[in-house]
């Protein structure tokens, strides 16, 4: 089975930092993906995992533990337009040798000034 | 236009029509999928097309028929549907179905309600 568990909902300040984890538990392991659903619209990449440690792009990082089942997504000088769902997805492998990636609930995060 | 289009953005529809989705990817890419999202719940994978082959098909009620005609159209056909069949319907690419980071381009999604 696949089961990836995400916080539903985090709130936080304008220019503070935020932390939205995710843990996995899922039948083979490809790689770990954030991304990013503002509401009413299509979810865009952020982030992609395949190795431990952390990937940092600009004000947003990624860390994955493959050992723990665990990554996070590491925000930093939030800004309004952060305000958004945040989802967790673990790619694994299909019986006919693809891959599909399997998502999390998502976390809704608000950002307040 | 660029990316991965959906239409229509928006459908209502009663339990006896059919009506479909179409999705459209301009970025020259081979695999394309159809996802459910509906409230609260994680999305949904409901079937994977390589190449205008289907390679997964997620358990997905037969009232619910995806076509590939080509490797930048899907569509999904829509018959006898249920109230609880209402959620946005999101359709995606990526280079390929078995490449080493699979990152999916979505689309804006159709959101469909069945009364």
């Known amino acids: 089975g696949q089961n990836i568990d995400q916080p539903t909902e985090m709130t936080a300040t304008e220019g503070a930092i935020v932390q939205i984890n995710c843990t996995y538990q899922t039948s083979g392991f490809n790689g770990l993906f954030w991304y990013q659903q503002h509401a009413g619209e299509a979810p865009t990449f952020l982030s992609y995992?395949?190795?431990?440690g952390l990937e940092e792009k600009g004000r947003f990082s990624s860390f994955l533990s493959r050992s723990k089942g665990y990554s996070y997504l590491l925000l930093k000088e939030l800004q309004m337009k952060d305000s958004a769902s945040y989802l967790c997805?673990?790619?694994?492998?299909?019986?006919?040798?693809?891959?599909?990636?399997?998502f999390g609930t998502g976390t809704r995060l608000l950002v307040s000034p | 236009e660029t990316g991965v289009t959906q239409t229509p953005r928006h459908l209502v529809m009663g339990m006896t029509n059919k009506k479909s989705l179409k999705c459209e990817q301009h970025l020259g890419h081979n695999a394309m999928y159809w996802y459910k999202q509906s409230a609260k719940k994680p999305l949904e994978l409901m079937f994977v097309y390589s190449l205008e082959e289907r390679v997964e098909n997620n358990s997905v009620p037969s009232r619910f028929s995806p076509e590939c005609p080509n490797s930048s159209h899907l569509f999904l056909h829509l018959h006898t549907l249920q109230p609880e069949d209402s959620a946005l319907y999101l359709c995606a690419s990526s280079q390929d179905a078995g490449g080493r980071t699979g990152e999916l381009f979505f689309g804006e999604g159709s959101r469909l309600t069945v009364l």
């Open positions: 995992n395949v190795l431990d």
């Open positions: 997805a673990v790619t694994v492998g299909l019986n006919t040798g693809f891959q599909k990636l399997v």
